[in-house]
Structures are given as C-alpha cells and as structure tokens.
Nanobody, 125 residues
Framework: QVQLVESGGGLVQAGDSLRLSCAASGRDFSMYVMAWFRQAPEKERELVAAITSNGGAAYYTDSVKGRFTISRDNAKNTVDLQMNSLKREDTAVYYC??????????????????WGQGTQVTVSS
C-alpha cells in the first residue's frame, strides 16, 4: 500500500508559478504510474498530468501543455508538478494519485489505486 501526501498549494496571481510536491510512503514507489488530478468547484475531477514508473514518458491534458511539467524522483519517492503561467482556470484542489497496474498504450488512464488528500491552488487575476 502507498500513502500520498501533497504539499505546495497556495494563493498566487495569474502568470505566477507554483510547484506541487507529492511524497509517497510504502513499498514499490518506482513501480507505480504517478499522476496529478484536479477538481474545481462544481466540476468533475480531471487528469492533469501523469508519468510512467521510470519517468520515461509523460502525459498532459491539452489545457496545461507547455505550462506544466511533471517529474519524479524514485530515490526520494516524490513526484512534482511544476506549474508555470498559471491562469484563473487552473484554480482547483490538486490530488496526487498512484496506479500500480497501468494498461499498455493507455497507461495514464488508470484506474488509480491510491490518492492523496489534496492541496488547494487558487489563482487570482
């Protein structure tokens, strides 16, 4: 089992940058696909970015491509989300998630087995 704890959220202005971090405890972190999701008020949860177990490939939803970067450090059991050029529409609770058994070519789709408690990101204009 994996426990996930997010940090780094906060209140920023549009155009600013923010870095989220997720610390994982438990076994076999390096074998998990890791991802960041977000959920804005009255909206469905959305997959923002995902990274393969060895960090060799990443997925980004279209709205964050070129602005967000996901990375992981398997030696430290962490996965980060660097968010640049933030927009008001990026405001949401951001969740870290882990998938132990990704499925082939759609490896980022989940389902994800473990979730963090979330961290709030608020972008003001």
């Amino acid at each position: 089992q994996v426990q996930l704890v997010e940090s780094g959220g906060g209140l920023v202005q549009a155009g600013d940058s923010l870095r989220l971090s997720c610390a994982a405890s438990g076994r076999d972190f390096s074998m998990y696909v890791m991802a960041w999701f977000r959920q804005a008020p009255e909206k469905e949860r959305e997959l923002v970015a995902a990274i393969t177990s060895n960090g060799g490939a990443a997925y980004y939803t279209d709205s964050v491509k070129g602005r967000f970067t996901i990375s992981r450090d398997n030696a430290k059991n962490t996965v980060d989300l660097q968010m640049n050029s933030l927009k008001r529409e990026d405001t949401a609770v951001y969740y870290c998630a882990a998938d132990r058994f990704p499925s082939g070519s759609i490896w980022h789709r989940g389902p994800y087995d473990y979730w963090g408690q979330g961290t709030q990101v608020t972008v003001s204009s």
